[in-house]
């Protein structure tokens, strides 16, 4: 059975740092994407970063220079230092994965919340 848990997040002031994880057990291998989500209130999920199992990187514009993306060898942990936060950046980020970063999302985890406040 896989399993995506999250942490790191918290409440932090516009312009600190962040650093999320993901714990990813219950695959065989490590030929998987993993993908960073976000929703804030109100709003649509979104992509933030994704990382293919071959290390290409996808993020959106709008955290591109502030949001590092990265995976340990074993792909079972995943990590998002954020720095340079902004209030925008505010919502609950999920981790996910997918056979490659352009594909359907089959496992998530529950969420953790990050605050920026202005």
């Known amino acids: 059975q896989v399993q995506l848990v999250e942490s790191g997040g918290g409440l932090v002031q516009a312009g600190g740092s962040l650093r999320l994880s993901c714990a990813v057990s219950?695959?065989?291998?490590?030929?998987?994407?993993i993908g960073w989500f976000r929703q804030a209130p109100g709003k649509e999920r979104e992509g933030v970063v994704c990382?293919?199992?071959?290390?290409?990187?996808y993020d959106r514009d709008s955290v591109k220079g502030r949001f590092t993306i990265s995976r340990d060898n074993a792909g079972r942990s995943l990590y998002l230092q954020m720095n340079s936060l902004k209030p925008e950046d505010t919502a609950v980020y999920h981790c996910?994965?997918?056979?490659?970063?352009?594909?359907?999302?089959?496992?998530w985890g529950q969420g953790t919340q990050v605050t920026v406040s202005s």
């Open positions: 996910a994965t997918a056979s490659t970063c352009w594909s359907y999302y089959d496992h």
């Open positions: 219950g695959f065989t291998d490590d030929h998987y994407a």
């Open positions: 990382i293919n199992n071959n290390g290409t990187i």
